[in-house]
């Protein structure tokens, strides 16, 4: 399967994470593997060790949590073409995951296997360094998220959402945006106008 990937892509974007360089890169190939999803497939479930990273080719994932005391489904991530995707906390665990991660279109995704990952870190000092540097940015990321929810306001949450995921609100329903945002729908519709009306002057 790994000779029918297009490695470009997923080679430049290690590259700009931690400079892997390409000798490095090619120790990875064989260990990769591609799968289509269908829409609302899931990539990893509740109660399921993630034991995959991906780097989505195409489509849009989220990940979500279900409530059972509201019955109501909360999205905590979403990614896109051209990012990395894991069940962060579970893939580097390996315990069971709290969420589901599912995809929102038809999607193709390179994966590889958190074992075969591992040997990669033993083996090379490139390799060794993408995976520190990849759980240093992944840190970063979710305290970003963390403190954009307590200090900035949703419609300073939605303009960053876009400029991460610019294709999302054309891709997916809007309510599913306003779960991410933690606002209502009403509320995003009025961020949404006030942000066409700023772009129209």
Same mark, same amino acid.
């Given at each position: 399967m790994s000779t029918l990937i297009d490695f470009d892509r997923l080679q430049q974007h290690l590259a700009v994470i931690s400079g892997m360089s390409k000798e490095a890169f090619a120790l990875s190939e064989p260990y990769w593997r591609l799968q289509f999803y269908r829409k609302g497939e899931f990539y990893n479930e509740y109660k399921n060790i993630c034991?995959?990273?991906?780097?989505?080719?195409?489509?849009?994932? /989220?990940?979500? &949590?279900?409530?059972? /005391?509201?019955? +109501?489904?909360?999205?905590?991530?979403?990614?896109?073409?051209? !990012?990395?995707? +894991?069940? =962060?906390?579970?893939?580097?665990? !390996?315990?069971?995951?709290?969420?589901?991660?599912?995809?929102?279109?038809?999607?193709?995704?390179?994966?590889?296997?958190?074992?075969?990952?591992?040997?990669?870190?033993? +083996?090379?000092?490139?390799?060794?360094?993408?995976? &520190?540097? =990849?759980?240093?940015?992944?840190?970063?990321?979710?305290?970003?998220?963390?403190?954009?929810?307590?200090? /900035?306001?949703?419609?300073? /949450?939605?303009a960053a959402m876009l400029q991460q995921h610019p294709d999302l609100v054309q891709s997916?329903?809007? =309510?599913h945006i306003a779960s991410y945002l933690g606002i209502e729908g009403p509320s995003l519709s009025r961020i949404r106008k006030r942000l066409q009306k700023n772009t129209d002057k």
């Open positions: 034991k995959y990273l991906g780097f989505v080719v195409s489509g849009i994932f /989220r990940i979500y &949590r279900y409530e059972e /005391r509201t019955q +109501t489904e909360k999205n905590m991530l979403f990614f896109s073409s051209g !990012q990395l995707m +894991t069940s =962060y906390k579970s893939f580097l665990t !390996q315990t069971a995951c709290e969420y589901f991660t599912e995809a929102m279109t038809a999607s193709v995704v390179i994966y590889i296997h958190h074992e075969k990952l591992q040997e990669l870190y033993k +083996t090379s000092h490139e390799w060794e360094r993408f995976g &520190r540097v =990849y759980t240093e940015l992944v840190l970063t990321q979710l305290l970003d998220a963390t403190e954009a929810l307590l200090f /900035r306001t949703a419609e300073e /949450r939605y997916i329903p809007l =309510y």
